[in-house]
Nanobody, 126 residues
């Protein structure tokens, strides 16, 4: 069992930056594909970014060039650096982990991920 705890959310003005962190329990963190998803009010949860075991990354078109996903296996932590934030980035952001060997960073559906954090709120004011 893996536990994920997100942090780093908050209120920021448009054009600003935030860095989200997701700390994972367990000793096999480096084997997981890690992803970030988000859910805006009244919307379905959507894929944001993913990072493979060997640090290949993949992004949703809406965040490409503005967000960067990274990981520190020594700290069992994955990060999401968010720059040039827009009001439409307002959402609860969730960290997710997949231990399945066949899952890749382009596996963008929620069903590919087995473990989820509780979420952290990001609000971008205009």
């Amino acid at each position: 069992q893996v536990q994920l705890v997100e942090s780093g959310g908050g209120l920021v003005q448009a054009g600003g930056s935030l860095r989200l962190s997701c700390a994972a329990s367990g000793r096999t963190f480096s084997r997981y594909v890690m992803g970030w998803f988000r859910q805006a009010p009244g919307e379905e949860r959507e894929f944001v970014a993913a990072l493979s075991r060997s640090s290949w990354s993949y992004y949703a078109d809406s965040v490409k060039g503005r967000f960067t996903i990274s990981r520190d296996n020594a700290k069992n932590t994955v990060y999401l650096q968010m720059n040039n934030l827009k009001p439409e980035d307002t959402a609860i952001y969730y960290c997710a982990a997949s231990p399945r060997d066949w899952v890749t960073v382009q596996s963008t559906g929620e069903r590919y991920y087995d473990y989820w954090g509780q979420g952290t709120q990001v609000t971008v004011s205009s």
